[in-house]
């Protein structure tokens, strides 16, 4: 299975700041790569498609990029609602699989 | 407007099967894929497997022969049967569209006698 390795797992951070998440993956995925926002008690909200594509409706504070097998999803200028846990998906290959998750969360 | 909803028994026994269902408007089943996903409390989640909509299916091999996915394209319902509980299958199960735009609210499942 393809291992998905995202870091960091917490990150404090200030209203305000620049924040970047990233994920690893273990094996080539191209840009087959999902990120997901999820609030507490709230169902998975998709970011971030294809590595790079905003989806309909996000900020466009949010933006996603890839370097190699380490891709990321970068906050500009974070605000409140921000705060929550990120995901990162692989579906280039079966069995599709998530990151451990980042929560982000208020300094 | 688009809106998958899951459905279940909250309380499952050991050693019994989960059955769950996901009943989608807005969209047709035909058109688009549907996954089952699962959530740990407190943790990641798990892809389990997909109805593709033309009936084909795909499934995460941790499940090996214990999940099974069907559908009702009458009824807009994916179905989600999954034998061999064990404690560990307790979590929050989600369906959620295609390229996972939209999701249902999850159902929580606890395995427990």
């Known amino acids: 299975d393809i291992q998905m390795t995202q870091s960091p797992s917490s990150l404090p951070a200030s209203l305000g700041d620049r924040v970047t998440i990233t994920c690893r993956a273990s094996q080539d995925i191209g840009n087959y790569l999902r990120w997901f926002q999820q609030k507490p008690g709230k169902s998975p909200r998709l970011m971030i498609y294809?590595?790079?594509n905003l989806a309909a409706g996000v900020p466009s504070r949010f933006s996603g990029s890839r370097s190699g097998s380490d891709y990321s999803l970068t906050i500009n200028s974070l605000e409140s609602e921000d705060m929550a846990i990120y995901y990162c998906l692989q579906h280039n290959e079966y069995p599709w699989t998530f990151g451990g998750g980042t929560k982000l969360e208020l300094k | 407007q688009v809106q998958l909803k899951e459905s279940g028994p909250g309380l499952v026994q050991p050693s019994q099967t989960l059955s769950l269902t996901c009943t989608v408007s807005g969209f047709s089943l035909t058109s688009y894929s549907v996954h089952w996903v699962r959530q740990h409390s407190g943790k990641s989640l798990e892809w389990m497997g997909r109805m593709w909509s033309d009936g084909d299916t795909s499934y995460n091999s941790a499940f090996t022969s214990r999940l099974s996915i069907s559908r009702d394209t009458s009824k807009s319902q994916v179905f989600l049967k999954m034998n061999s509980l064990q404690t560990e299958d307790t979590g929050t199960y989600y369906c959620a569209r295609a390229i996972f735009d939209y999701w249902g609210q999850g159902v929580m499942v606890t395995v427990s006698s």
């Open positions: 294809g590595a790079t």
